[in-house]
């Protein structure tokens, strides 16, 4: 039987989907099937690790985001060199592209989706962004199986028109052996970063996107800012630094010493360690990623309350209203009032939630049950 499975994925940066992909491989998938891992644009950060695994890793390099006859050509020659048994498709360009990529192969594989986004913020979306929406829904019933990793997410896109011949929810999972405590750690970070060991310290991983909510984040944060002096703010994920003017606009009054704007960062598991508060400002999500990592990290949550991130957070946390501004500088103030002892009480407890149903060994189970199904029905 042909056990090869070929992930399509937009791209390989550090964002929530890339690193996903690139533990659940780590996790134990890469030794179930033979993977492969192909880029619509570059291998970015998590090429290297993906290849380290021993799964091969293709790219396309459409940086431009817009496909010519050569990539098209490439993109067939390598379907056609796997020849695999499934091809999955990872987000919304990568469904497609998955979709795109089964026509032309025979006999044709089983086509999996995977969504990984809510649509609470649809309108506000650039317009290509939304015919690629529309597009996944219009080819929405060709896949075999559509894959959710949010209850909230799937609820949505079946009223939306997503009309999946079989649908699942797989919820993300997360390594607790990387994403942990380490008072160590968290040492030498605030140490690197200039910031003081007796410091508060708020914080937020994600892209600069308008659905991260990074203007309500660092409005909320100020007004922390000035009823606390000792609160720093640390911001990190692409393209969150200094050369992006808007951002540099919201962030003006901050004082320069306590506002960290770090760009993409690799070493996650690490920056985590360093933070007393994990802030999801997001105005959109399905099942963000780096609230549960923080979480694993022993770090208590404010999350606004879209996707699954309440489910997520559960009783560790505070759960605010999004694109709320006084709601979000609230439940900062309430958390970083809280004494130190507390915090670390909500924080255990936030790892033994994530410890004990959202373990990442479990998720790249059930990935590989669900091939291993699939498989068996073309055999």
């Given at each position: 039987?042909?056990?090869?499975?070929?992930?399509?994925?937009?791209?390989?940066?550090?964002?929530?989907?890339?690193?996903?992909?690139?533990?659940?491989?780590e996790?134990?998938?890469?030794?179930?099937?033979?993977?492969h891992?192909?880029?619509?644009?570059?291998?970015?950060?998590?090429?290297?690790?993906?290849?380290?695994?021993?799964?091969?890793?293709?790219?396309?390099?459409?940086?431009?985001?817009?496909?010519?006859?050569?990539?098209?050509?490439?993109?067939?020659?390598?379907?056609?060199?796997?020849?695999?048994?499934?091809?999955?498709?990872?987000?919304?360009?990568?469904?497609?592209?998955?979709?795109?990529?089964v026509?032309?192969?025979?006999?044709?594989?089983?086509?999996?989706?995977?969504?990984?986004?809510?649509?609470?913020?649809?309108?506000?979306?650039?317009?290509?962004?939304r015919?690629?929406?529309?597009?996944?829904?219009?080819?929405?019933?060709?896949?075999?199986?559509?894959?959710?990793?949010?209850?909230?997410?799937?609820?949505?896109?079946?009223a939306?028109?997503?009309?999946?011949?079989?649908?699942?929810?797989?919820?993300?999972?997360?390594?607790?052996?990387?994403?942990?405590?380490?008072?160590?750690v968290?040492a030498?970070?605030?140490?690197e970063?200039?910031?003081?060991?007796?410091?508060?310290?708020?914080?937020?991983?994600?892209?600069?996107?308008?659905?991260?909510?990074?203007?309500?984040?660092?409005?909320?944060?100020?007004?922390?800012?000035?009823?606390?002096?000792?609160?720093?703010l640390?911001?990190?994920?692409?393209?969150?630094?200094?050369?992006?003017?808007?951002?540099m606009?919201?962030?003006?009054?901050?004082?320069?010493?306590?506002?960290?704007?770090?760009?993409?960062?690799?070493?996650?598991?690490?920056?985590?360690?360093?933070?007393?508060?994990?802030?999801?400002?997001?105005?959109?999500?399905?099942?963000?990623?780096?609230?549960?990592?923080?979480?694993a990290?022993?770090?208590?949550?404010?999350?606004?309350?879209?996707?699954?991130?309440?489910?997520?957070?559960?009783?560790?946390?505070?759960?605010?209203?999004?694109?709320?501004?006084?709601?979000?500088?609230?439940?900062?103030?309430?958390?970083?009032?809280?004494?130190?002892?507390?915090?670390?009480?909500?924080?255990?407890?936030?790892?033994?939630?994530?410890?004990?149903?959202?373990?990442?060994?479990?998720?790249?189970?059930?990935?590989?049950?669900?091939?291993?199904?699939?498989?068996?029905?073309?055999?």
């Amino acid at each position: 039987m042909n056990n090869k499975v070929l992930h399509v994925i937009t791209g390989l940066s550090t964002g929530g989907a890339e690193r996903y992909l690139h533990r659940l491989l780590e996790a134990g998938l890469a030794e179930s099937q033979e993977h492969h891992v192909l880029s619509l644009n570059d291998e970015g950060s998590q090429g290297e690790g993906i290849r380290a695994l021993g799964v091969p890793v293709h790219s396309l390099d459409l940086n431009s985001g817009i496909p010519t006859p050569a990539s098209l050509q490439k993109f067939n020659a390598i379907g056609h060199s796997i020849n695999p048994s499934i091809v999955q498709g990872w987000m919304y360009h990568g469904n497609l592209a998955a979709y795109w990529a089964v026509q032309r192969m025979h006999p044709k594989p089983i086509q999996v989706w995977n969504i990984r986004w809510s649509l609470d913020t649809l309108r506000a979306e650039k317009v290509l962004t939304r015919i690629v929406v529309r597009a996944n829904r219009f080819f929405s019933s060709r896949p075999d199986v559509t894959i959710y990793n949010s209850e909230t997410a799937r609820n949505q896109h079946e009223a939306y028109g997503f009309r999946s011949r079989e649908s699942q929810t797989i919820y993300n999972g997360f390594d607790t052996s990387l994403f942990k405590p380490d008072p160590s750690v968290r040492a030498a970070v605030r140490q690197e970063l200039g910031i003081p060991d007796d410091a508060i310290v708020i914080g937020n991983a994600s892209r600069l996107h308008h659905a991260k909510g990074h203007r309500i984040l660092v409005a909320a944060f100020k007004r922390c800012a000035i009823a606390n002096p000792s609160v720093h703010l640390i911001l990190a994920g692409p393209a969150v630094d200094i050369g992006k003017q808007e951002l540099m606009s919201w962030c003006a009054e901050i004082p320069q010493e306590r506002l960290h704007l770090l760009g993409e960062h690799s070493e996650m598991h690490t920056l985590l360690t360093a933070l007393d508060v994990y802030c999801s400002s997001s105005l959109a999500e399905a099942f963000p990623n780096s609230v549960g990592e923080a979480m694993a990290c022993g770090t208590p949550c404010v999350v606004t309350d879209v996707g699954d991130s309440a489910h997520l957070v559960g009783d560790s946390g505070w759960i605010v209203r999004a694109n709320d501004v006084n709601q979000l500088a609230a439940g900062l103030a309430s958390a970083i009032a809280r004494p130190r002892p507390e915090l670390s009480e909500l924080g255990g407890l936030a790892r033994a939630r994530i410890q004990q149903n959202f373990q990442i060994a479990q998720n790249a189970a059930r990935y590989a049950d669900l091939y291993t199904n699939l498989q068996q029905r073309i055999t």
